[in-house]
């Protein structure tokens, strides 16, 4: 319940002391007590005495001390002790809730006290449900007069469902309460006299309130309702007026049924209090009571019975139809009643659609029905894939329409809306947070727009925590046991088809190319050189040996390095133990390689990432965050703060212990300050603003080097939907996830109704495993390490071969053009006509690598 006034007692007629003296019932003195600035009921009470006086032949004199906000209770305790003790008769009690103070203290004196309700209290009641009834939780109270204002306040602190804002008359503040009021009322209602209503009324319809999406209802607390202007209400809908009945007026004026009963300008709390006096003096008996003492030491027990006053005021009241009285209570209630109507605004009619007795029984009429008005309410949220994501082409504003965003919050609030009947919109932080708790004790986010009434309720992944719920409840959850995971990319392997070559680094590579070329030149030179090679000493080895030209010494020194060998080895001592050396260089080297590619090429399928969140602490490497003013922030935070705490005791304990100090020792602290060093990393590294920024972080970082800590469920999702992140050991500090709403709010147990019986539908598993889905990945790369060695890793030993065929075509292909061009020369030709011409011709065309044509003739 918000309201302009608080609900400390304002307006009290508080209580009307008959003094009736011992001796003589000829004189009373009349003691009333009312609130400051409460004229009207002063006027009705000097009106009832003076009746009372003049019905009953009694002198009666009124005293009347008013009781301003100011004034201390204690000191009103001492004004009602000072006439107390004087004669009293009876204690009439006429304010709006009741002093408990004057009940008590007349009844250890042995005095008699009574309520007289004159209060709105019973059209309060009427006008909670009627509304009830039609299933209104949010409503506007317009009263004519702060008076009645602050009757109802008695009655709405007592309970009432409907959240209602209370309003005395509508100004230019009035109205611009109720358009900030979250969620905005749809149902209006006026309580006051005829012309109250018709003056109020036409304010709200100038101020912009009367709408054919509003519902009004006028309560008249008079009988004057047909002068009310029905033109008024024709471009509204759904205007309901309450009025007493005919009966009602006269029950109140003590008038037989049977009588005519004028009820014009009749002021019904005005006729209670006459006749209530009336009433109550004629119980009086002959017999006065002098009370003796102080009020607050009462004698063991009471000096004069109340009984008999009771017992005669019962027998008064059978002859009045418009009172009942409450025994429980001790008090005086009017017997009212009142015609509920609706009315037809094309016809300017009022018919009766219902009724509601002193009893508290609404009765309506079944074959009526009026159209419901679908509740508005402001739903806070936040932009946290999958809970809640725009759709494409949609823009993100601060107050968004629910269809332009999807998510499991989305779906969840459309739901709601169905069941609960509402409408709603999205709200989004202006700070995009979730809430924490600022220095200064405020709060930002989410929780401060719903601590200030910005919001109705917040449905988004917001963790229930102690903190949170000193400023706002939380309802059943909806998911249960969401925690916190760490998310990191995972380590891409590089896409180089000449990974192998990097097994060795360059100056190793140019050292063997080095090594190659000057072997190739040493053999060459040892075996020109060597007396005993098979070039100089062509005798001692067969015709066909090798011979080591600078060619085929490079050749050899190629071919060793592969399985093949490099053929037929140097002769000489000297070359063979050249290639002796060199042979076993060429092993070792391969080796090494061989060695080096496995290990190389392991360790690139290997995934060197943490595993825990006790292995993150642990390393220097890996970097990490979270996102700022969130409950994962907070719960790093708590536990540094716990840490601390723990170490504080542990070095109060240390250097205070008076046992045996060799068993502690400060240094000796047996718990790791784990967390305080995450907290410190995170703030190192700057926390994020949104979680959208976290992930992309981890994104940008190719070499798997930042992780994200984030919510389990949100990092569970993400990587769902991208190959490239994975997620890290299991998660921890689980919480569950729980809509929440204003403190006191009448939604609550609304909401959590609702969310048990779609939990017993098995609502919330259906809709987890929409969003939760493995399969809405596709098919990611293998990246297991029994995946093997790739082809992108050994794919250039496939080029190199490649290379190596096309080459050999090449060097076909230079040979065939040569071999034709040799071919093609015109040879030399020599007529030879003796033996001697004949040698030289070959010698000379032997010199010359010509083919000689020798023409013999033939010597017969």
Known sequence: MTGKHSLTPVCFYCFLLLLVAKRTIAQMTIVSVVDDGDGEGVRWLEEAVSEAQRSSGITLSQEVVKISLDMEEEEAKQQFCSVLFGGVAVVVDVTAGGWSYARLTSDAHGVPYLRLQVSIYQWMAATDQLLQSRNATDAALIFGSETQLDQALYYLVEGSVVRVIVLAGIEDDTTATLTKMRPAPSYYVILGTTPQLTDLFLKAGSKGLVTRDSRWTLVATDHNTDLFQLQLLKDTTGVTVVVPSQDVCCGVRNIPLTSVCQCANLEIPREVTRNGILTVVKALKSEGSNVNGVCDSPPSSPLFSTQPFYSTLQSELRGWDGADWDEEKEQIVPRLKFDIKAVNTSQSQQVVVGTWTTQGSLSLNPDYQQSPIRRYFKIGTIMAPPWVKMKPGATHLNNGSPDDYDGYCVALAARLSQIMKFDYDFVFPADGQYGARQKNGSWNGLIADLANGVTDMILAPLTMTSEREEVIDFVAPYFDQSGVSIVIRKRQREENLFKFMQVLRAEVWFSIVAALVVTGVMIWLLDKFSPYSAQNNATLYPPNCRRFTLKESFWFALTSFTPQGGGEAPKALSGRTLVAAYWLFVVLMLATFTANLAAFLTVERM????????????????????????????????????????????????????????????????????????????????????????????????????????????????????????????????????????????????????????????????????????????????????????????????????????????????????????????????????????????????EKGQVARINVTPVY
Request: charged residues 20%.
């Open 607 to 846: 995934q060197s990432q943490i595993q825990s969140l006790e292995a993150l602490a642990r390393q220097a490497k890996i970097n990490f965050t979270t996102t700022s003013s969130s409950s994962v922030y907070e719960y790093f935070d708590n536990m540094a703060q716990a840490e601390e705490e723990l170490f504080r005791v542990w070095k109060e304990l240390t250097l205070n212990s008076t046992s045996d100090q060799s068993k502690y020792r400060v240094w000796d602290y047996p718990i790791k300050e784990q967390y305080t060093h995450i907290l410190q990393v995170i703030q190192d590294s700057q926390p994020v603003q949104m979680a959208s920024e976290g992930f992309q972080r981890v994104l940008e970082n190719k070499k798997g080097e930042f992780a994200f800590i984030h919510d389990a469920s949100e990092i569970r999702y993400q990587v769902y939907q991208d190959c490239l992140l994975t997620e890290v050991g299991e998660p921890f500090a689980e919480q569950p996830y729980a809509i929440a709403v204003q403190q006191g709010s009448h939604l609550q147990d609304e909401i959590s109704r609702t969310i048990l019986e779609l939990q017993k539908d098995r609502y919330f598993e259906a809709l987890t495993a929409q969003f939760w889905n493995a399969s809405a990945r596709g098919t990611c790369p293998n990246d297991s390490d029994s995946e093997g060695i790739t082809l992108q890793s050994l794919g250039g030993v496939f080029i190199a071969t490649l290379i190596g065929l096309a080459l050999a075509m090449v060097a076909l292909a230079a040979e065939v053009l040569y071999y034709k061009r040799g071919s093609s020369t015109t040879s030399t030709v020599t007529d030879i006509n003796s033996i001697s011409s004949k040698k030289k011709a070959l010698k000379l065309s032997a």
